[in-house]
T-cell receptor
Framework: KNQVEQSPQSLIILEGKNCTLQCNYTVSPFSNLRWYKQDTGRGPVSLTIMTFSENTKSNGRYTATLDADTKQSSLHITASQLSDSASYICVVSEGNAGNNRKLIWGLGTSLAVNP | ETGVTQTPRHLVMGMTNKKSLKCEQHLGHNAMYWYKQSAKKPLELMFVYNFKEQTENNSVPSRFSPECPNSSHLFLHLHTLQPEDSALYLC???????????????FGPGTRLTVT
């Protein structure tokens, strides 16, 4: 069964600290993986998208990694800010080129950055 | 702002009421989506429209009735809902519903629905 599992479920860190969020998936065939940030009361906003051949991709203080062999991805946040408090959702796109693709959504990691 | 707006932002309705959710996108996209987000559950895709035509209905109960009059507007008509339908309803749009670089979805802020 295609699944996306994220850990930890929730995390509390102090402002200025770094943190790493994990995403493990069993989706096959794999197309791409996205990380979304969802602020409370808002819709998800895309942070990064990674394809099979990409190992690392950065977006400001956010760095995503992908290991397609072990089917794991991580999202590293550097020098956290209060505005980083949000839910971070990992989404894996299933399917081969030319076929209909499905998005398999994770439950998300709830991050709280405290002053 | 993502270019996708939703109204109302909050809605409380009884099980016998009829209400509608509205979504509008200002991005020139051709595909629009309705999602349901419940606590402790992943996002659930409900409906997909591409160029005003419904291309996907993920076994959604008939008490949810979508309408897409044009590529910029999407409605979700609600009637005789159940308390378990209480959730955040998200609208999204993308340039294309065909997998590829144009598949990136942009989400609205959602409507928080409470069914009493």
């Amino acid at each position: 069964k295609n699944q996306v599992e994220q850990s930890p479920q929730s995390l509390i860190i102090l402002e200025g600290k770094n943190c790493t969020l994990q995403c493990n998936y069993t989706v096959s065939p794999f197309s791409n993986l996205r990380w979304y940030k969802q602020d409370t009361g808002r819709g998800p906003v895309s942070l990064t998208i990674m394809t099979f051949s990409e190992n690392t991709k950065s977006n400001g203080r956010y760095t995503a990694t992908l290991d397609a062999d072990t089917k794991q991805s991580s999202l590293h946040i550097t020098a956290s800010q209060l505005s980083d408090s949000a839910s971070y959702i990992c989404v894996v796109s299933e399917g081969n080129a030319g076929n209909n693709r499905k998005l398999i959504w994770g439950l998300g990691t709830s991050l709280a950055v405290n002053p | 702002e993502t270019g996708v707006t939703q109204t109302p932002r909050h809605l409380v309705m009884g099980m016998t009421n009829k209400k509608s959710l509205k979504c509008e996108q200002h991005l020139g996209h051709n595909a629009m989506y309705w999602y349901k987000q419940s606590a402790k559950k992943p996002l659930e895709l409900m409906f997909v429209y591409n160029f005003k035509e419904q291309t996907e209905n993920n076994s959604v109960p008939s008490r949810f009735s979508p309408e897409c009059p044009n590529s910029s507007h999407l409605f979700l008509h609600l009637h005789t809902l159940q308390p378990e339908d209480s959730a955040l309803y998200l609208c999204a749009s993308s340039l294309s519903s065909i997998p590829g670089p144009s598949y990136e979805q942009y989400f609205g802020p959602g409507t928080r629905l409470t069914v009493t």
